[in-house]
């Protein structure tokens, strides 16, 4: 047998993103609203994608949230 990798998903810059000057999505406001809760941080509706990507990546590390743990 061999043991083959699957390609993973490539993480991509969010600045370089074709839609990311877009209105964030649904799942990404509903999801941003929760981590700015408990980082106690003021929620911005007004965000694109991209910077809703950045911004989840930073209250992630803040909060410990996403961080593959049990």
Do not use: H
Request: net charge negative; charged share 30%; proline share 7%.
């Amino acid at each position: 047998m061999t043991d083959q990798q699957l390609p993973g998903n490539p993480e991509k810059d969010p600045d370089r993103w074709v839609t990311g000057d877009e209105k964030m999505t649904g799942p990404q406001a509903s999801y941003l609203q929760t981590l700015c809760r408990e980082a106690g941080v003021e929620f911005d509706p007004a965000l694109t994608k991209a910077d809703a990507s950045k911004l989840i990546d930073e209250l992630q590390a803040k909060t410990g949230r996403g961080q593959g743990g049990a």
